[in-house]
Each structure stands twice: as structure tokens, then as C-alpha cells.
């Protein structure tokens, strides 16, 4: 309670600059939680699902590997969906597929999380406009006040001030680390996705004649 009430006074005596970094800290919560749920639900172990897709094509069973991508919907598996149910078709349309999927699936796997870096700098300007702001209030202030309340004029725009730049600067750090690590998570998807795709294109084609079997 102690450390809750010690903020709630910080923030009530940063003035009106606090609101918008507020702002933006919600903000930046709510979509690192989102993105955060969203890439979790998105893995897939990648070594166990080629181990799967290959003991199937490889014995000319495709239906058995759309069945395994198909009950296990992730935007990586969706990929590789498209791609199978092209599995009778020539080569070309194979690759095609999985790459007007990939054009649907890629993006909803990296939205959202580049708002979080124009966040953590927009808390920044915003704590620096804050302190800006604060300082011309106090400086402004003790000009026209009697000498006895100088001090105390000065020292509450001071505090206004640095309040704003403290938590502009905590929230931008926050919104950066969560950035980082989104991103990270990102890049990993999206290598995994493009190397699942190279190694199911080079199975369906170099397996054409067992999964024609099969299909007829």
C-alpha cells in the first residue's frame, strides 16, 4: 500500500503531463499482452511438426497431414495447409498457394507490435514536454511571487517536472524491453514458418508420384 500510495502522489504532483504517458502505458500493456497471447498460441515445435508432415507424405498419406495441420490451427500450420491441399496440382501452384496463404498469415503474426516502440517514444516526448512545461510553470511562478513563497513555488514546479520525466523515461524503458522482446518472438515465428514452407514444398514435389497414388 505504502508504494501504491507513494505513486498515486507522484503522479498527482507530475501535473497534467502525466496523462498522457498514462496513457500511453495502458496502451502499451494492453497490446504487449495481446501480442504476448497471440505469439504464444502461434508456436508450433517446428521439428516435431516436419517429423509429422514427413512420416505422412512420405507414405503417400496427405489426407493424414492436412488432418494434422487442420487440428492444429496456427498461422505456421495454415501455411503449410494450403499448400498440401494443392498436393494433385503442379508444382507451381503448390508453391503459390502457400504463399498467398503466407500473405494472409504473416501479417497478423507482426501487427500491433511496432505501436509499442512509437509508444515508448511518444511517453518519452510526452515526460520531456511534462518537465518542459513544469519548469516554465515554476520559474514563471517565483518571478511573480513574494520572496517567502519563491522556494516553495519552485520546488512544486521542480517536482511537477521531474515526476514527468520519471515516468516518461520508466514507461518508455518498459514499452522498449517488451518490444524487444515481441520483436524476437516475431523473427523466430517467421524463420520457422519460412523454413517449414521450403522443407513441405520440397517434400510434396520430390513425392509426387506416392501422393498421386494415394489421391487416386
Not at 516436419?50 to 496456427?74: E, H, R, Y
Amino acid at each position: 500500500m505504502g508504494v501504491l500510495k507513494g505513486i498515486a502522489d507522484a503522479f498527482d504532483e507530475g501535473g497534467w503531463g502525466m496523462w498522457p504517458i498514462l496513457i500511453c502505458a495502458v496502451l502499451t500493456i494492453a497490446i504487449a499482452v495481446e501480442r504476448a497471447v497471440y505469439l504464444y498460441k502461434s508456436t508450433v515445435d517446428k521439428d516435431k511438426l516436419l517429423a509429422l508432415m514427413k512420416s505422412q507424405i512420405m507414405s503417400g498419406n496427405v489426407q493424414g497431414a492436412i488432418k494434422v495441420c487442420s487440428g492444429n490451427p496456427t498461422p505456421m500450420t495454415r501455411i503449410v495447409q494450403a499448400g498440401l491441399m494443392k498436393f494433385n496440382r503442379p508444382d507451381e501452384e503448390v508453391q503459390s498457394a502457400m504463399d498467398e496463404a503466407a500473405l494472409r498469415e504473416l501479417p497478423k503474426v507482426e501487427k500491433r507490435t511496432p505501436y509499442i516502440g512509437t509508444l515508448a517514444n511518444l511517453s518519452v516526448l510526452a515526460g520531456l514536454l511534462g518537465t518542459v512545461t513544469g519548469m516554465i510553470k515554476s520559474f514563471g511562478g517565483a518571478a511573480k511571487a513574494a520572496p517567502s513563497e519563491k522556494a516553495k513555488i519552485l520546488a512544486s514546479g521542480i517536482a511537477e517536472a521531474m515526476n514527468c520525466t520519471a515516468f516518461g523515461i520508466g514507461t518508455a524503458l518498459f514499452g522498449l524491453i517488451c518490444f524487444a522482446l515481441l520483436m524476437g518472438k516475431t523473427q523466430a515465428i517467421n524463420d520457422d514458418i519460412n523454413e517449414v514452407s521450403v522443407q513441405i514444398v520440397n517434400l510434396v514435389t520430390g513425392h509426387k508420384g506416392a501422393l498421386k497414388g494415394q489421391a487416386a
